[in-house]
């Protein structure tokens, strides 16, 4: 795996290499960088092309016409060729950080190694030139052999410089399983309290990318062990208890979207913590919706199991509980709830007897019952009004509980029912 030379390139750097070669014939030296070249050579998919330049922006500009200057005041160009859009950044060196942050100035320069000295750990300060050379001055491919996560020079200064890196940090040796050497951990642990200065969105995206990751067990560890989110800009109280739980290495067998939740349910989070983390985050709104429908479902149930455990005798309010939480909520929301809760130790058997319920439900919404409120009105011979959603529900739930069948007729004589009963009620 580690001669010098890459004569296979992944498609995607294949087709980009007329552009490294353009410039290369106007006389600038320019190569692969960043997150290709490391999973190029550790023989993974690669999911987008950086390349980086000694030409200045204005001058990429002139060699491909119709490019855009995306990002000029950072020296990046995204260059058009071929349909396909490529960004190109200039050579650059970052001076004086401001709060540990953002780098007051950046200069643009004519070395390759001082582009790559400004990167923050050596497997991403490589580059591979067009004809297949690596140019790895800080040791990136010893440290993928070794499956070490190293800072480029002075671990310290580079997490001071900026913060950020310290989360990235721990989101590359999750994903790839790597360890931290010695010194980058030691600097980690002594500057966790600079992530304050990093602005949540950013932390919510490293955060995510963790999460949804391959391997969002050792995230958790390293973040726990790291102590970095306690030291977050806004609280993240949901996410105080994450250190090692058992259930974490389940956390990779769930679908995206729904780690969040199994997250916060396995820390054993109450409403007011979750919904405090979640703006903390600026959690977007959709997923904010989905993650809370699985929560209060989670939080309902758990409190009617802890009235009534799994006992035959004490079933009905359960299942009452449970249908109600279906209609509410939604099949999707409780066929989720229902995965993560076969992953929690304390409730297996009871999934079991809720998943049957669940796909027992002849219909768990409005549309599904075969007696819609134009139906019921005329049938019932009263004027249309408020009442009618009121008596669907109500329908829909003994459906819901199997006291009734879904059919037409029996929906609407149990509704003229129920209109007798309330009336000799109100009358008494
Ligand atoms: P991936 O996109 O697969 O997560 P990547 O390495 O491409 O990984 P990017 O965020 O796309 O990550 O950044 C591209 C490159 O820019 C990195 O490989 C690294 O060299 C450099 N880089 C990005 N962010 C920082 C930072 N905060 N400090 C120093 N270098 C950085
Ligand atoms: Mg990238």
Redesign the pocket.
């Known amino acids: 795996m580690m001669e010098g030379k890459w004569r296979v390139l992944p498609e995607m750097m294949e087709d980009a290499l007329p552009v490294l070669k353009q410039l290369n014939s106007y006389g600038f030296e320019a190569v692969f ?4 070249v ?2 190029t050579i550790m023989g993974l998919a690669i ?2 092309v ?1 390349m980086a330049t000694a030409a200045l922006p204005e001058q990429v500009m002139e060699i491909f016409p119709g490019s855009i200057p995306t990002g000029l005041q950072h020296g990046t160009v995204t260059v058009r060729f071929q349909d396909e859009l490529y960004e190109v950044t200039t050579f650059r060196t970052e001076s004086e950080y401001e709060q540990h942050r953002r780098p007051a100035g950046v200069r643009f320069i004519a070395s390759l190694e001082g582009d790559l000295l ?3 750990l050596t497997i ?2 490589m580059a591979l030139m067009a004809d297949g050379k690596l140019y790895d001055p800080f040791g990136g491919q010893q440290d993928i052999q070794g499956r070490w996560i190293r800072c480029v020079g002075d671990a310290d200064a580079r997490f001071q410089e ?1 913060a ?2 310290m989360l ?1 940090a721990v989101r590359f040796a999750a994903k790839f399983d790597y360890s931290f050497s010695y010194r980058t951990w030691k600097a980690l642990r002594s500057h966790h309290h600079l992530l304050r200065h990093i602005a949540m969105e950013r932390v919510m995206a490293e955060l995510n ?1 963790m999460i949804e990751g391959p391997r969002p067990a050792a995230a958790m560890k390293l973040l726990s062990a790291s102590c970095l989110l306690q030291h977050a800009a806004k609280p993240l109280p949901a996410l105080m208890a994450i250190q090692t739980n058992p259930r974490w290495d389940r956390l990779a067998e769930l679908r995206h979207g729904l780690r969040w939740a199994a997250l916060f349910v396995y820390c054993g989070a109450t409403t007011d913590q979750i919904e405090t983390t979640m703006d903390s985050l600026r959690f977007p709104g959709r997923l904010n919706t989905s993650v809370m429908a699985v929560i209060s479902m989670h939080l309902r149930m758990k409190a009617a199991l802890d009235v009534a455990p799994n006992d035959k005798e004490q079933q009905q309010p359960i299942r009452k509980e449970w249908t109600s939480c279906v209609l509410e909520h939604g099949a999707g929301a409780a066929a989720d709830w229902l995965e993560i809760l076969v992953m929690e130790a304390s409730y297996p058997a009871i999934a079991m007897t809720f998943r049957q319920w669940l796909e027992e439900m002849p219909a768990t919404t409005l549309k599904q019952l075969k007696l819609d409120g134009h139906a019921l009105a005329q049938g019932v011979n009263r004027q249309p009004g408020s009442w009618m959603g009121i008596m669907m529900k109500r329908l829909l739930f003994a459906v819901g509980m199997k006291e009734l069948p879904n059919e037409p007729e029996q929906l609407l004589e149990q509704a003229k029912l129920w209109i007798t009963e309330d009336r000799i009620n109100d009358n008494e």
């Open positions: 960088v960043g997150g290709c490391r999973d999911h987008d950086d400004r990167r923050d991403n300060a900026d950020l890196r990235r990318q």
